[in-house]
């Protein structure tokens, strides 16, 4: 994931650039993003959370 910096001068100008930037990025890329943002907190061993809706 490449970081980013991007100095806005308000509120409005912030939440727009970070709305054109989310739409630039592609499936994938935000998938990525997500993943990689779920292990730095999580860690990489983290049980599925569907494992406890399963039927035994």
């Known amino acids: 994931m ?24 592609t499936a994938r890329e935000r998938w990525a993003v997500a993943k990689q943002l779920k292990q730095r907190a ?5 049980p599925d959370v569907r494992a406890c809706h399963q039927i035994k």
């Open 2 to 25: 490449e970081r980013t910096v991007h100095k806005a001068r308000g509120f409005r100008s912030a939440a727009d650039w970070d709305i054109k930037q989310q739409i630039r990025m």
């Open 42 to 46: 999580y860690g990489s061993n983290t």
